[in-house]
């Protein structure tokens, strides 16, 4: 027990102190709170620029309501849109109107134009001139302004009061909650993106590790450091000391990770509307159920592919050699990435519930299923308990292969040898 | 007690026969060469020795136990396939590998020092393995090897990759800890290296033993009437001469076994009067002729240019 201790130090201590594992570490949270974070930052940075917009009413009764209803601010308080009017005075044909705007567009006089032709009142549409047209956020601010000028114009010529119109037409609200074995949650969507983060993360970090796995494997083989190793301990303890140790390297990163995520969920939205007042933000919270199944998922998940990679790794010489026995691993972890979807949207149907009980695919799709839809209690009881035994069958399979692949060197060993080898005293 | 008992040890994998019903013994306190061409399964014999692989039939007694486990601590083994951690530094390296032999850390620091002290290591304690040169590399895993003071230390090819001046300390060493009463098994194909510090040798081929015993008796089954022969001239006529049994042809000088029957002063009238001679040596056979004799196949028994 001592042994498989400096093992699992050993392991622990080689790879948290290499550069990799501290980017990765600090990296990867920085990286998704980015990735939440810098659209929403720059979105209000995009605000802050004051805009000359020039405005050509032929209608003359737009222009008057349309800088009362543009009435977006900047940070210093300056609104955002200066508009500029222009008046038909020299009785120009439209023609050549348009040709002097567009003139004074590209000249830069102003950012854009916009063109209300005589009969808007009835009907007809507006335009919008720019030397660029996809800012999507300021066209639909001067789209809805021009909209409800003209929309009230309108209601006040037919005698309606349009504030009281507006009362009516006010949108009915669609709230989707989620009922559960636990009650009814609200779900704005937050548990959705959290469910599909998680499996990412899981799927992304039992490669992550198991390839650490295979490459240590392979590094005592081709350093030949083994059988030194070996005049001390069994095979068995070298290969459980190396996997255990790697697993408290990924607790050791998850917890960071969780704290990250405890930190954000807490203080996240209060600290980016500290610093953003204009932006209201909230961070989806995770339920802690999901997240002790995801802990759960990610320990028996790692063991079982732990063994695959060890096995791996004591077959052949060199990480190249590797890769072609890794290709029908991957395809084991690619499979629910690719069933994803499906399994999403019917997370009870038959199919579903096969492929999540599959020891493979079990760690992602059931993992996905339990944020999805909670199953049956049987269902993942089931999928957990298949999932155990696996990962002990595996273990025997893979410490008999291991024990001899590790200390064979030169022609990678066909399947029928490696059958033989189960023999072996 | 003997320092190691092997007694009719079997193993194979698959149909492969590597070891074949193999016994020897070695005394307490000495130097013991185990011996064979490649492939004759020393590898095997000593994996089996260190529990690293389990013998399909037979028994193995380390200090008058049976082999387990436990009794890994009590072995120092340096492997023929050897390495390092590449990325680890020595000092941990050693630590680590002292650990794994059941030794505290508080006590593995003085002999640390005193180690890379004694093969001038000292200022490489916190470098990573993989800025050392080989020879260096070397000396740190001699140093794991005995570490923790095995009474059984095995040795294979221990001085590949060394130059004159740490072949020399390190063959003090061995010398050293023999008189401290380590036994020590040294596996080469080296044999003038054997000759120097072996007392007894146990030849393996084909997975079988084919030689046994003290070093000394084994030089006198094998007759006194070798020749050392060192000439000047055309010398292919001495192949044909009645009585030679068998040459070594060195290049520059050969040995030739005699016939018992045969007197060396005769040959020595017959060789005088066709070539020029340097040197003449009635002598005990070499290791070296007696492992061709008992390993080489028939046709490397005739004589080259035959």
Avoid at chain 1, 51 to 69: F, H, M, P
Avoid at chain 1, 266 to 274: K, R, V
């Amino acid at each position: 027990m001592q042994k498989i201790l400096s093992v699992i130090k050993r392991e622990y201590l080689q790879i948290v102190r290499t550069k990799g594992f501290i980017i990765g570490t600090v990296l990867g949270p920085v990286l998704i709170g980015a990735f939440l974070v810098i659209p929403v930052v720059f979105s209000l940075i995009s605000v802050d620029q004051q805009e000359q917009i020039g405005v050509v009413d032929l209608s003359g009764e737009v222009a008057g309501g349309l800088e009362e209803k543009l009435d977006q601010k900047m940070k210093d308080g300056k609104p955002r849109f200066v508009l500029k009017l222009y008046e038909n005075s020299k009785d120009e044909n439209i023609k050549d109107l348009k040709e002097e705007m567009n003139q004074k567009v590209l000249n830069e006089e102003f950012s854009a134009y916009i063109f209300i032709p005589e009969g808007i009142i009835k009907g007809g549409s507006v335009e919008y001139v720019s030397q660029h047209v996809s800012d999507f956020d300021k066209i639909g601010n001067i789209h809805d302004a021009v909209n409800s000028v003209i929309i009230e114009k309108r209601l006040k010529k037919e005698g309606l009061d349009p504030q009281k119109i507006a009362q009516h037409m006010k949108e009915v609200s669609l709230k989707t909650s989620k009922v559960t074995q636990r009650g009814v949650e609200e779900d704005t969507g937050g548990t959705f993106i959290i469910s599909y983060l998680l499996v990412f993360i899981l799927y992304m970090t039992l490669f992550f590790y198991g390839s650490i796995i295979l490459r240590g494997v392979i590094e005592e083989k081709s350093s030949r450091v083994v059988e030194i190793v070996l005049s001390s301990l069994r095979p068995f303890q070298l290969m459980l000391g190396k996997i255990m140790g790697i697993a408290a390297v990924g607790f050791t990163q998850y917890a960071i990770w969780a704290l990250f995520g405890l930190g954000v969920s807490q203080y996240g939205s209060s600290l980016i509307s500290g610093f953003f007042p204009a932006a209201s933000f909230n961070f989806p919270s995770i339920p802690a159920y999901i997240f002790i199944y995801f802990v759960v998922f990610f320990i028996l998940g790692y063991f079982l592919y732990a063994t695959v990679y060890a096995a791996i790794g004591s077959l052949v010489n060199s990480e190249k050699e590797a890769q072609q026995l890794l290709l029908p691993v991957s395809m084991f972890l690619v499979v629910p990435i690719l069933l994803m979807m499906y399994v999403i949207r019917s997370p009870e149907s038959t199919l579903s519930v096969v492929l999540s009980m599959i020891p493979f695919f079990a760690p992602i799709l059931m993992l996905l299923r339990v944020c999805v839809l909670f199953p049956p209690f049987p269902q993942v009881a089931g999928s957990i308990l298949l999932l155990i035994l696996t990962i002990l069958a595996m273990v025997w399979v893979v410490a008999k292969i291991y024990r001899v692949g590790i200390l064979m060197y030169g022609k990678r060993p066909r399947f029928p040898e490696i059958i033989k080898w189960f023999r072996y005293q | 007690m003997q320092a190691l008992e092997v007694e009719n040890v079997s193993k194979s994998f698959g149909s492969f026969l590597a070891v074949n019903d193999l016994s020897f013994s070695i005394p307490q306190g000495t130097i013991y060469g185990l011996l064979g061409p490649n492939g004759a399964g020393k590898t095997t014999t000593i994996r089996m020795v260190m529990n690293i692989i389990i013998p399909d039939q037979g028994f193995i007694h380390v200090l008058g136990q049976k082999m387990n486990e436990h009794m890994k601590e009590k072995v120092g083994y340096l492997p023929e396939d050897r390495g390092l951690y590449p990325k680890m530094k020595v000092e941990e390296l050693l630590f680590f590998l002292s650990a794994l032999k059941g030794l505290k850390r508080d006590e593995v620091g003085r002999r640390i020092d005193y180690w890379l002290d004694r093969f001038d290591l000292g200022e490489w304690k916190n470098k990573k393995v993989e800025e050392l040169s080989r020879g260096m590399q070397q000396k740190i895993q001699f140093i794991v090897t005995v570490i923790h003071r095995p009474d059984l230390i095995i040795l294979d090819e221990p001085f590949g990759g060394l130059d004159p001046v740490n072949t020399k300390l390190l063959k003090d060493i061995m010398l050293e800890m023999k008189k401290e009463g380590h036994t020590i098994i040294f596996s080469t194909h080296r044999m003038e290296q054997v000759e120097m510090i072996c007392e007894n040798i146990c030849l393996i081929n084909r997975a079988k033993k084919v030689l046994e015993g003290s070093l000394n008796q084994i030089k006198k089954q094998y007759g006194k009437n070798t020749l050392l022969l060192d000439y000047e001239g055309e010398g292919h006529f001495i192949h044909k001469l009645s009585g030679v049994e068998h040459i070594d042809d060195y290049g520059k000088f050969m040995e030739i076994r005699l016939a018992d029957t045969r007197d060396p002063q005769n040959l020595l009238k017959e060789l005088a009067e066709k070539v020029r001679i340097n040197r003449f040596e009635v002598k005990q056979p070499s290791l070296n002729a007696i492992f061709i004799d008992k390993v080489g196949d028939k046709n490397a028994k005739d004589p080259i240019g035959h």
